[in-house]
């Protein structure tokens, strides 16, 4: 009797379970650990809201998968003309945004206009401004021209920063917005949570799920309780100091993928003393890269030699430039005129990677006779003094935007490298479409900006995100900011 | 006078336990068993052996020499926060006794708005003035000390100054600052010695606090709050990092408390434990 009796509350218990499985079975609560402060993406800087609404609210004309590889997205395909100036797109029918209005080629017009404007409030801007214009073929094919041959313009458009929007929503998008990917936005808990649940019109193929809310949680010990306790069923990306508590646990699964952030020592090339070649190849000497990665990033940072993604392509291995030598390293500073070294500031932001690494450079700049005093700034001071008014010896920043080699041609960028032979290179590369030449540019340029020593190259950044193990189709890569939803999905 | 103090063993423990700790400090300033900058990964997450006491933390830095100087800089905030306080606290405490009136009111005004105020406001405002930084927290504590002071200076002197010989100085024709300078403030001194040992331990766990969140000590330099800081995301691996410096805090607190509440017991019987040491945050 008692046996059957603990069997029958065993199975209780089981379909109590499994009901249980059920009923959560299409829900994701996915921990952030910032809150967007709002919610348009082709109106703000911060990796927050892409978090939230890249491809899951807003969708743009291509999509980036999860390998950073170009896929149709609300554009079904595209012609690109002979000289690469003239792209034709059409665009898929059927397809609504979440207030019920339908889309069409003129939304996608007034996107890149509005993108294009004036006084647009788009982060990235520059990347658009190739366009020439931007026609109106009929309701359902685009035309846009660009200036200039733009190799990567099918990636740009597929960023969060031009995700089409309609005119009748577009103002309010910060606070509510309206997109027409497959989750429409639902609630926005200030300073708690953002609710999403499946758009039941959406054009393209169903999501698993049919909720999803993002749960903000900026503190890293509630974060760790929150995986443990089972109140979120995930995030994206964890710090990788306390990843040893959820590697071993049956009950997680630790995702390790690539990002665009190449961490770097950045330098002030245009002040003393390093304007001097020799001083930079001196630090490059003094940086122990794997001490450094294996203490800032817990060993998931994988080493770069100049400022290029180890999973691009084009990416050729630099790492060897200048190996870690601190007799050499002393051998350059004399021949530079420093044979005791000199001292300079290095003003770090508020990121961990940063504070970590800064400490370890300092302690081996040390031994070369660099003595350098660390300065601990606040996110919008950093911006101020060292992004904006470059007034700055050394820094540490992780550049987080896909294929940013180009920056180093703009002598005005804050590291403030100024090389006509390598301004040259770059004009040249925009303006190849020849997968082949490209590629061979772009290695040429990295190695220019790796034999410059124009900052001290460290590595880039790992995602490691932390999901419950019987989550699946998570993007373990993070080629654009976003956390996708659309493949998410329970297993059991 | 010694019988006194043997009926204390508390205040003797207390006092031993804090001069331990702030010798600890005052030592770290000319020898630590390692450099506090020395950083080698291969060496991290060590724990306590012969070669390093307390272990190594995250950076592979020694642990006991990190917490011979945190100890160095949570003493050196404490006390020159208790500088900032009595220097203008007791003043204005005086003054607020011997003149009485708009004096004596203005003084209360502003010792109530100062309670008023948590003393991590101030430090939030100053820190986003200047930046954070260990000077801040010293500001912040020490703004926060002026009011303790001066409500005790206040309190003693109104009680001294009822006093006959008070009187007699009066006729005698002393100024009102000339009393206060020879007949109050010497005999007001112990109260306010006991304050500053209580202050002390106050600063020491409000330092702690202010580097915890970020707003204090700034690495490289280094203090108990701060390793705490560093530890906490670590808590579930290696929690020894956490329970070393937090064991530090605790330890030194609580020698301070009782060597504070000893010595009032011994230098001022006729206030024997009433008044408790307010509590920063």
Request: proline share 5%.
């Amino acid at each position: 009797m008692r046996v059957t009796k603990s069997l029958a509350l065993a199975s209780a218990g089981l379909l109590l379970a499994t009901s249980l499985a059920m009923a959560q079975s299409t829900e994701i609560r996915v921990g952030a650990p910032l809150e967007p402060p709002a919610l348009d993406p082709t109106a703000g800087a911060a990796e927050a809201i892409d978090v939230v609404v890249y491809q899951n609210v807003f969708e743009g004309l291509t999509r980036i998968d999860q390998n950073g590889a170009v896929q149709s997205g609300l554009a079904s395909e595209w012609t690109i003309s002979e000289d690469g100036l003239t792209y034709d797109f059409k665009l898929h029918d059927g397809v609504t945004f979440h207030d019920g209005t339908s889309f069409d080629a003129e939304d996608v017009k007034f996107t890149f206009d509005r993108i294009l404007a004036e006084n647009s409030v788009n982060a990235q801007k520059a990347l658009y401004e190739a366009i020439e214009s931007v026609t109106v073929v009929d309701p359902l094919t685009v035309e846009i021209k660009l200036s200039r041959p733009d190799g990567l313009f099918l990636f740009n458009i597929g960023r969060g920063d031009a995700v089409i929007v309609a005119p009748e929503s577009a103002e309010n998008n910060a606070t509510q917005p309206i997109g027409t990917g497959p989750f429409a936005f639902v609630q926005w808990d200030r300073g708690s949570r953002v609710i999403l649940e499946q758009y039941g019109p959406y054009w393209g193929e169903k999501p698993a799920l049919t909720k999803a809310t993002y749960v903000f949680i900026s503190d890293m010990a509630t974060m760790t309780n929150a995986l443990l306790a089972g109140d979120v069923d995930g995030t994206y990306n964890f710090s990788a100091e306390a990843l040893p508590v959820f590697e071993n646990n049956p009950q997680f699964k630790v995702l390790v993928g690539t990002t665009e952030g190449e961490t770097i020592l950045s330098t002030n090339n245009a002040k003393e003393p390093f304007n001097k070649l020799e001083v930079r190849q001196a630090m490059a000497h003094a940086i122990n890269r794997q001490e450094i990665i294996d203490g800032a990033t817990y060993g998931y940072g994988v080493p770069i030699g100049s400022h290029f993604a180890p999973h691009n392509p084009y990416y050729i291995d630099l790492t060897n430039t200048y190996p870690f030598d601190l007799d050499k390293a002393k051998e350059l500073l004399a021949q530079a005129g420093y044979p005791d070294g000199f001292s300079a500031t290095l003003k770090l932001p508020p990121v961990n990677y940063a504070t970590v690494s800064g400490q370890i450079i300092a302690s081996d700049f040390a031994k070369i006779g660099i003595k350098l005093e660390l300065i601990n700034m606040e996110w919008a001071q950093w911006l101020e003094d060292v992004f904006a008014n470059k007034d700055f010896d050394l820094t540490i920043i992780s550049h987080v935007e896909p294929f940013d080699i180009g920056i180093y041609a703009n002598p005005d960028y804050y590291f403030g490298y100024n090389n006509p032979e390598f301004q040259a290179l770059n004009e040249t590369l925009n303006a190849t479409t020849d997968e082949a030449k490209r590629k061979e540019l772009a290695q040429e340029m990295q190695t220019i900006i790796a034999k410059d020593a124009v900052n001290g190259y460290l590595f880039e950044l790992a995602q490691t995100g932390v999901w419950n193990a019987k989550l699946d189709g998570m993007w373990q890569n993070a080629p654009v900011e976003g956390v996708v939803l659309r493949d998410v999905h329970w297993v059991e | 006078m010694r019988t006194a103090w043997m009926r204390h063993p508390g205040l003797m423990l207390g006092l031993a336990a804090s001069f331990a700790f702030a010798l600890l400090g005052l030592l770290s300033l000319v020898w630590t068993p390692y450099p506090i900058g020395d950083i080698s990964i291969a060496r991290r997450f060590a724990v306590p052996s012969p070669d390093h006491w307390l272990g190594t933390d995250q950076l592979g830095r020694d642990m006991l020499s990190l917490i011979m100087s945190g100890t160095l800089t949570s003493f050196t905030v404490g006390a020159t926060a208790i500088i900032i306080g009595a220097g203008i606290g007791v003043p204005l405490g005086l003054a607020a006794a011997i003149y009485g009136g708009p004096v004596e009111w203005l003084v209360l005004r502003f010792s109530d708005l100062a309670f008023a105020f948590p003393s991590i406001i101030i430090a939030i405002l100053i820190a986003t003035l200047m930046g954070p930084g260990a000077a801040n927290a010293v500001i912040a504590i020490g703004i926060f000390n002026i009011p303790v002071f001066a409500q005790v200076a206040r309190g003693g002197a109104l009680t001294i100054s009822t006093l006959d010989y008070v009187a007699a100085a009066r006729l005698a024709g002393l100024s009102r600052p000339a009393i206060a300078l020879r007949h109050l403030l010497p005999n007001i001194a112990s109260l306010i010695i006991v304050q500053a040992t209580i202050q002390l331990s106050v600063g020491i766990l409000a330092e702690a606090g202010f580097s915890y969140i970020g707003l204090g000590t700034q690495p490289p330099e280094t203090s108990l709050g701060l390793m705490l800081r560093d530890a906490q995301n670590l808590f579930l691996i290696h929690p020894w990092l956490s329970i070393a410096p937090g064991l530090a805090i605790a330890v030194i607190v609580i020698a301070l408390n009782i060597a504070g509440d000893g010595l009032r017991d011994i230098l001022d019987p006729r206030l024997r434990r009433q008044e408790v040491g307010r509590v920063a945050g």
